[in-house]
């Protein structure tokens, strides 16, 4: 077996095994980041004084779709707008006191949330950010809801 017959083999196997374990990967860090966005809304909650278990169920109540697309569709908000994940999920927590749901695919939802996180009017640049971002999450939603 010459060397480049080897180093081919290698790769391949290489490439093989890394192939089977990724779907794997994003799945379970997919599963991490929305378990971390409804335990810090919950915590908010529990943070604002309501028990354990009462934050939670609000947190669930709030949550207009699966928690790992709602997560994913966060995530892409805060990425996008620049805001932290801290600010959005202490405004979250505004939300589900309220007992209203988190549509993170509508765009007036998410105006309304920029302009309360940032107490302040959105320039043409913020809001032009804001509508792809709706348009991206609304692509995310109906493909995978």
Do not use: C, W
């Not at 697309?69 to 801290?86: C, I, K, P």
């Amino acid at each position: 077996m010459t060397t480049k017959n080897l180093l081919i083999l290698t790769l391949l196997a290489t490439s093989l095994t890394l192939s089977a374990t990724v779907p794997t990967q994003l799945t379970q860090t997919a599963h991490e980041q929305s378990t971390s966005i409804s335990t810090q809304i919950a915590a908010t909650l529990y943070d604002r004084g309501l028990e354990e278990k009462t934050a939670h169920k609000l947190t669930l109540a709030m949550i207009n779709t699966d928690e790992e697309l709602f997560a994913f569709m966060v995530q892409n908000f805060s990425l996008e707008s620049g805001l932290s994940m801290d600010e959005i999920s202490q405004e979250l927590g505004k939300i589900a006191l309220n007992k209203r749901k988190a549509d993170f695919s509508s765009y007036s939802f998410l105006i309304k949330l920029a302009q309360s996180i940032k107490k302040e009017s959105l320039t043409a640049k913020e809001l032009q950010t804001i509508e792809n971002i709706s348009t991206k999450n609304q692509m995310i939603y109906s493909r995978f809801s």
